[in-house]
């Protein structure tokens, strides 16, 4: 449904806009990917510079696309975000409100909105989609961009219910692969603990006590899945995506020290900071939708991303 479209990815060098945009490209999309600090050496002729936070820019981005993919977001890693709780409402809000107006205005035929699981309530279990309830609060790490995404989601809903704006949403649990950020002060947990293994740190500390469960999805299961939705008739109807399964950061660590071949004894910290116990997402209505799909294993991804991390430091 794509072939020959002008499609917007608006966020084109963060870990999903990054994926998207060669999936897309490979696919013969006419493409508009989005830079914000440094154009990216994949497709450069495929990218250009736009401030989301600034409401010309996303007019100007917008104008003539057919599909538009929000993929833009400021975010952080645990460490940065307790720092600075409230430093990425206002810049989210901005980016996500002025291109959920400026696709209506320009009269983009869909939209697809990348949510995220830090919308949900604490839990112990895998959650469903009809759980969500704006009664009960997000997670205290994640209240701040928890509370965003929320008021997002809403933000669609009414742009559909009074522009007709066709938005699709899915919610992403915890995605690692290629492409990720792997800075310091804004990596998530999966990039840092590879960061470290590949440097052989000794002691190699885990904050935490590492029985925190994650549902990690890699990067292109996720774009296959975001593609699936986009093509389908939901609607403004959340679908979550993720691997269905819990995977404990001990599990995680032992599996990232093997392929990174750093033949250490981890250390685990409970005295630092995590953001949550648990957090796994019940995946069955996409897979009644679209079918049950054969995900990577998280092995095989952490192998994938590990590689493609080694060929940017070369």
């Avoid at 900071?273 to 009644?288: D, G």
Wanted: glycine share 6%; charged share 25%; hydrophobic share 35%.
């Amino acid at each position: 449904m794509m072939k020959n479209k002008n499609v917007l990815v608006a966020g084109g060098t963060g870990l999903v806009g990054t994926n998207l945009t060669l999936s897309l490209k490979e696919n013969g999309t006419n493409i508009l990917s989005t830079f914000f600090s440094k154009k990216p050496s994949v497709f450069p002729k495929a990218y250009e510079r736009f401030d989301f936070t600034k409401f010309k820019d996303c007019m100007e981005a917008t104008k003539d696309r057919d599909y538009v993919f929000i993929c833009a977001a400021i975010t952080s890693g645990i460490k940065r975000r307790k720092k600075f709780p409230t430093a990425f409402v206002l810049p989210n809000l901005q980016i996500y409100a002025g291109l959920l107006e400026a696709c209506s205005r320009n009269k983009v035929q869909k939209v697809m909105l990348i949510s995220s699981s830090t919308v949900y309530h604490e839990t112990t279990y895998p959650v469903r989609e009809n759980e969500f309830d704006l009664n009960k609060s997000p997670y205290d790490s994640f209240l701040g961009i928890g509370w965003v995404n929320r008021y997002v989601e809403q933000l669609a809903k009414l742009y559909y219910k009074e522009h007709g704006l066709n938005i699709g949403i899915v919610r992403a649990s915890y995605i690692y692969g290629p492409y990720d950020n792997f800075d310091d002060e804004k990596s998530h947990v999966v990039p840092a603990l590879i960061k470290r293994a590949l440097n052989e740190e000794v002691p190699y500390v885990v904050w935490g006590d590492g029985h925190e469960v994650r549902d990690f999805i890699y990067v292109k299961d996720l774009i296959g899945d975001i593609l699936d939705v986009f093509s389908s008739s939901y609607i403004c109807d959340p679908i979550n995506v993720g691997s269905g399964k819990g995977l404990t950061i001990r599990e995680a660590v032992r599996d990232i020290l093997d392929v990174s071949r750093h033949n250490v004894e981890p250390q685990y910290d409970e005295t630092k900071p995590t953001s949550i116990p648990y957090r796994v997402l019940n995946i069955e209505k996409f897979q009644s939708i679209f079918r049950k799909k054969k995900r990577t294993s998280f092995r095989e991804g952490i192998e994938n991303t590990i590689n493609w991390y080694k060929s940017t430091i070369k």
